[in-house]
């Protein structure tokens, strides 16, 4: 009997020019992309990859997507919130397995339950931490909550929120891996971490 696959969790998005400048003013929005690019390439033929639908990522993941095989759509879960039901990005379309979760009475509320929803409800191997903004440090905190043992790999090379919780780990003596923040050839770089992770999948 084969063992089931395991979930790889990633949180990213690219920072608006009209929100917080500690977010804008540190991304580097070619490496966000290339990350979530690389790291799409090396989880999809071999685990799960889920995310939160955001309309700068899930483009990228598509584009991946078209590459492969269509059996590999297994490998991938949207989660999308009911709040935006009707404004879901045409991207969405590529996808077989998308998770709509309930709306609640405004945006952060209905966001809140879509994450709690996304990140609770899996048993995840590993989470990735690219660029983003206050969703990516709020889907950190949750995801630290739901599982505090599993890794959470801040990509601090994308800079924005991924670098701020990249800091945050460090000024809490976690150690996280150097090459996080240095190093920016991705595919290697995720073969290497996630090697563990999802090879038994």
Do not use: C
């Amino acid at each position: 009997m084969n063992a089931p696959m395991k979930k790889i969790f990633l949180s990213a998005s690219v920072p608006k020019l009209d929100r917080p400048e500690k977010y804008h003013k540190t991304a580097d929005v070619i490496a966000i992309r290339d990350a979530v690019k690389a790291l799409a390439t090396v989880v999809i033929p071999k685990a799960e990859l889920i995310w939160g639908g955001h309309p700068a990522i899930t483009p990228l993941i598509r584009e991946i997507l078209e590459r492969m095989n269509t059996s590999v759509q297994l490998h991938v879960t949207i989660y999308q919130s009911g709040f935006f039901e009707g404004h879901f990005p045409k991207d969405n379309q590529a996808f077989e397995h998308i998770i709509i979760t309930t709306p609640k009475k405004d945006k952060p509320e209905s966001l809140k339950e879509m994450r709690a929803r996304m990140i609770g409800d899996n048993d995840f191997a590993a989470g990735i931490f690219i660029g983003g903004m206050e969703g990516v440090e709020a889907e950190y905190a949750l995801f630290k909550k739901y599982h505090p043992q599993t890794p959470a790999l801040a990509i601090a090379s994308t800079g924005a929120a991924a670098g701020i919780v990249y800091k945050q780990q460090l000024e809490n003596a976690m150690k996280p891996d150097p090459r996080l923040k240095d190093d920016y050839a991705y595919m290697a770089l995720f073969k290497d971490l996630l090697r563990d992770v999802i090879a038994a999948s």
